[in-house]
């Protein structure tokens, strides 16, 4: 490797650190995607010259390439806001199972007894990587409504698991004791990408966002033991960046639900709660609505209003009338700002990056332990499409699924206007004491619809 290419793979290594450190801001994150796509378009410039390409392989290469860079390009461009962490999954599956094959590809080409500086890699690749690929393949699955959301369980389902992590450890320490021909690996790679399904199978749809952050930082690791397989410097520092940030952000998004990673992973989040037992908790209780001229009134003679955004807003593509909203109350003298819970919506960030594509200021946007003691002195909490990060069982409920998780404090406001298309119950399956509370007013709807109802009636109000 030739001195230019050394500092070529440094600078690409620079540019993802400062690209990863802008993304920690809704304000950089924009700054963040195009620095450390900057390092990797400089990463791969510097790793053509390494490559000795035939006149096949040369072609081949470039309409990979083309086909890569097409679907890229396009399925960033057309997905919408909501389909965000479904495409993540993918292109993260994508990832894992590169480096399986790039890991098997250098067994293949090193023989029967390859060094174990290139063996213990490659096979941790071949494991990790088939794990994310068919893992990231049942996230999408699930995110898409391709399979059911709720979690898929079995009697002795742990035990299945168990015996097939045991079958992967022995196979591979065969495999680095023995030898590393074709019968031998790959078996490896089709038991990973059994127990990669088996993995995230029993885990429901509330609890997809985890699941994507573990697979996330599984892909980045078996990315740099591809890098040391091939001796790669670049690979092995933005696999180690995207392994160790994915770790992290798993940790962060465990405490915001308040359970830990392993009840996340295999406590079968949901299972036990349907809508037809939230129905019934809810019998014998009313909820009060309201027109839109009256809350539009309420809203204009306010304060201090909270917008609470939650999956119903990106649903609806409403982050534009939300806007709309806040400038028209900001208008009249109303103090607007917003609160951002680390799980709402179905990854983190989402509600964030929701509205600032619909330019809401980011000096507004607050996150959760920022904002929690400003809602006792707001007028209002509006809520809109939010759910479970606002749901006071969380605090008052031993024995809820969610008891224990942080909460926005939004039932502490003097009044609450609770927008929904119903009285469906979140992802964690289970009722909203907030909708039944004293100071809440029900506002049914599609969130795009309402929010612009509300607009005019502030106007006339």
Do not use: W
């Not at 009840?263 to 037992?277: K, R, S």
């Not at 014998?284 to 309201?290: D, E, I, N, T, Y």
């Not at 200021?361 to 959760?368: A, C, D, G, T």
């Amino acid at each position: 490797m030739t001195v230019a290419i050394t500092l070529a793979y440094l600078l690409a290594a620079v540019l993802f650190i400062l690209g990863l450190k802008q993304l920690s801001s809704p304000k950089g994150a924009r700054n963040g995607n195009f620095t450390a796509a900057a390092g990797m378009v400089v990463a791969l410039g510097a790793t053509v010259p390494l490559l000795h390409f035939t006149s096949a392989g040369l072609i081949i290469t470039g309409i990979g390439i083309a086909i890569g860079g097409l679907v890229g390009t396009v399925g960033a461009r057309m997905v919408r806001m909501t389909a965000i962490p479904q495409m993540v999954a993918l292109f993260n599956g994508v990832g894992g199972g590169a480096a399986a094959l790039v890991a098997v590809a250098e067994l293949l080409k090193f023989g029967v007894h390859p060094q174990f500086a290139v063996l213990f890699p490659s096979v941790f690749s071949i494991v990790i990587g088939s794990i994310s690929f068919a893992g990231s393949a049942v996230a999408f699955a699930k995110l898409q409504e391709l399979m059911t959301g709720t979690p898929i369980t079995y009697p002795g389902q742990q035990i299945v698991n168990g015996v097939l992590a045991a079958a992967i450890v022995g196979l591979a320490i065969a495999i680095l004791a023995l030898a590393s021909v074709p019968l031998t690996f790959l078996p490896l790679m089709v038991l990973a990408l059994i127990l990669g399904v088996a993995f995230v199978l029993p885990i429901g749809g509330a609890d997809m966002p985890v699941v994507i952050s573990v697979l996330n930082a599984c892909t980045g690791l078996a990315v740099a033991a591809s890098g040391f397989t091939l001796n790669n410097f670049a690979l092995i520092v933005a696999g180690t960046l995207v392994g160790a940030s994915g770790s992290l952000l798993t940790k962060l998004m465990s405490d915001a639900m308040g359970r830990s990673l392993g009840n996340v992973l295999f406590g079968a989040f949901g299972q036990a709660h349907t809508a037809a037992t939230a129905a019934a908790g809810a019998q014998g209780r009313s909820v009060r609505s309201a027109s839109a001229e009256d809350l539009g009134t309420l809203l204009a003679y306010s304060q201090r209003v909270i917008i609470v955004p939650g999956y119903g807003l990106a649903v609806a593509q409403a982050q534009h009338a939300a806007r709309e909203l806040a400038d028209v109350l900001e208008k009249r003298g109303v103090d607007v700002e917003y609160a951002i819970h680390p799980v709402a919506g179905r990854m983190p960030g989402h509600m964030n990056v929701l509205l600032a594509e619909a330019n809401v200021p980011y000096e507004q946007l607050k996150e959760m332990d920022q904002v929690n003691d400003d809602f006792k002195n707001a007028d209002v909490a509006l809520i809109v499409g939010a759910n479970d990060v606002v749901n006071p069982a969380a605090r008052n409920t031993p024995g809820s699924p969610i008891y224990g998780m942080p909460i926005l404090n939004a039932d502490q406001a003097k009044n609450i206007i609770f927008m929904k298309r119903s009285m469906r119950p979140g992802f964690a399956g289970i009722d909203n004491d907030l909708m039944f509370g004293p100071n809440t007013v029900m506002f049914f709807g599609d969130a795009k619809d309402s929010l612009t109802k509300l607009v005019s009636a502030v106007k006339a109000a």
